[in-house]
């Protein structure tokens, strides 16, 4: 299991903006099998939901309902990736989770909260 970090959560209006970031350990090396592959998030009596993924072809994903409102980056080298949001809705409010895959077997870090305020 990798230990991961979000941060970044906070409270925003409806139709405002937001990024969230991740970090994984420093010492770690990303390859083919060990990647950070995307954030999830999940709502009040919801369950995990994807949100966005970065392929390891680094192909984007995004689901349906965030599409066109939000941006995944990664950067390999600093171990981190990121989420920028906009347009931000109050069914958006979640905790925000980013996971990591290593070999097929999925990593978590605590999540961080994000409120939209209708």
């Known amino acids: 299991q990798v230990t991961l970090v979000e941060s970044g959560g906070g409270s925003v209006q409806a139709g405002g903006p937001l990024i969230v970031s991740c970090k994984a350990p420093?010492?770690?090396?990303?390859?083919?099998?060990?990647?950070?592959k995307g954030w999830y998030r999940q709502a009040p009596r919801r369950q995990r939901a994807l949100v966005a993924a970065?392929?390891?072809?680094?192909?984007?994903r995004y689901a349906d309902f965030v599409k066109g409102r939000v941006t995944i980056s990664r950067d390999n080298s600093r171990k981190t990736e990121t989420l920028q949001m906009n347009s931000l809705q109050p069914e958006d409010t979640a905790v925000y989770y980013c996971?990591?895959?290593?070999?097929?077997?999925?990593?978590w870090g605590q999540g961080t909260q994000v409120t939209v305020q209708g």
């Open positions: 420093r010492l770690i090396t990303i390859t083919y099998r060990m990647y950070m």
């Open positions: 996971n990591f895959r290593s070999q097929d077997i999925d990593s």
């Open positions: 970065i392929r390891r072809d680094d192909e984007p």
